[in-house]
């Protein structure tokens, strides 16, 4: 089994910034893709940024130039840097990984709230 453990999230004012940290544990051969989704009340998950084992990323049109995802592969942590944020980030932001133990599975964390408010 395989836990994933969100932190970082809070209360921000638009224009600020926040680092989410996701960390993996439990039997874990080794992780391919990492990724963060976040889902705003009323709305469905959406895909925010992905990193690759080999440490390409992805990102979403909407968080371009002001999100950074990135990994510690000795930690199993994957980031997630927000800045200039605005009040339309409001959501709970999952993260997500692919392990490889005997098998590939995709596992999910619990959720971090961040709210963009003055």
């Known amino acids: 089994q395989v836990q994933l453990v969100e932190s970082g999230g809070g209360l921000v004012q638009p224009g600020g910034s926040l680092r989410l940290s996701c960390a993996a544990s439990?039997?874990?051969?080794?992780?391919?893709?990492m990724g963060w989704y976040r889902q705003a009340p009323g709305k469905e998950r959406e895909a925010v940024a992905a990193i690759t084992s080999a440490d390409s990323t992805h990102y979403a049109d909407f968080v371009k130039g002001r999100f950074t995802v990135s990994r510690d592969n000795a930690k199993n942590t994957v980031y997630l840097q927000m800045n200039s944020l605005k009040p339309e980030d409001t959501a709970v932001y999952y993260c997500n990984a692919d392990v490889r133990y005997y098998g590939l599975q995709t596992y999910w964390g619990q959720g971090t709230q961040v709210t963009v408010s003055s």
């Open positions: 439990g039997l874990i051969s080794s992780i391919n893709a």
